[in-house]
């Protein structure tokens, strides 16, 4: 079936860096403009980033711009987040999704990072 | 802070009928359509309706959505309790130029 599997969260400093994937199965991978999607405790969804399909667009939300950088590896069915200078409101569990006809649709079931000294 | 208003909380007795109400603007729900989410906490958000009042194979008909110049709505009737969840609307905002996210609602099952 369709399904999405993020992996990387952990506990990091602040000004530190950590780098998210996330595993694609099920699906034409190469045929999707795929996103990152984070939750902070408490707090509700923020887009963080997205990526077309090819790898050749990509944008950031502005909390994120110049620190974070989203890629992709069709060849492999992999996403990636690389996330440098960390702060501590970029804790939150990150979720990858699939942008499909107008919906994120699948989620994955998300990675925690934790930003603290 | 999300630039899609959405009440903090709604709630009803089993059986009974909730509307939760997404507020934007001309930038975002003014000129793009809306998807709706159910999140679990702990779990992957689920999509319940996509431009506007579309459901995803799989998504019962108590499920269903609106949208009216920049304002959207979500419907969900026959209420149970495995409908206690977060709500959220989305929608692209090109002002941002980025996709952004309601507020969240959380509904109650009295």
């Known amino acids: 079936q369709v399904q999405l599997v993020e992996s990387g969260g952990g506990v990091v400093q602040p000004g530190m860096s950590l780098t998210l994937a996330c595993a694609a199965s099920?699906?034409?991978?190469?045929?999707?403009?795929m996103h990152w999607v984070r939750q902070a405790p408490g707090k509700g969804l923020e887009w963080v980033a997205v990526?077309?399909?090819?790898?050749?667009?990509?944008n950031y939300a502005d909390p994120v711009k110049g620190r974070f950088t989203i890629s992709r590896d069709n060849s492999n069915n992999m996403l990636y987040l690389q996330m440098s200078n960390l702060r501590a409101e970029d804790t939150a569990v990150y979720y990858c999704a699939r942008w499909d006809s107008s919906r994120y649709d699948p989620w994955g079931q998300g990675t925690l990072v934790t930003v603290s000294s | 802070q999300s630039v899609l208003t959405q009440p903090p909380s709604v709630s009803a007795a089993p059986g009974q009928k909730v509307t939760i109400s997404c507020s934007g603007g001309?930038?975002?729900?003014?000129?793009?359509?809306v998807s709706w989410y159910q999140h679990l906490p702990g779990t992957a958000p689920k999509v319940l309706i996509y431009e506007n009042n579309k459901r995803p194979s799989g998504i019962p008909d108590r499920f269903s959505g609106s949208k009216s110049g920049t304002s959207a709505t979500l419907g969900i009737t026959g209420l149970q309790t495995g409908d206690e969840a977060d709500y959220y609307c989305g929608t692209w905002n090109s002002n941002l130029n980025a996709h952004v996210f309601g507020t969240g609602t959380k509904v109650t099952v009295l």
């Open positions: 001309s930038s975002n729900i003014g000129d793009f359509s």
């Open positions: 990526i077309a399909f090819d790898g050749t667009y990509k």
């Open positions: 099920g699906f034409t991978f190469s045929g999707y403009g």
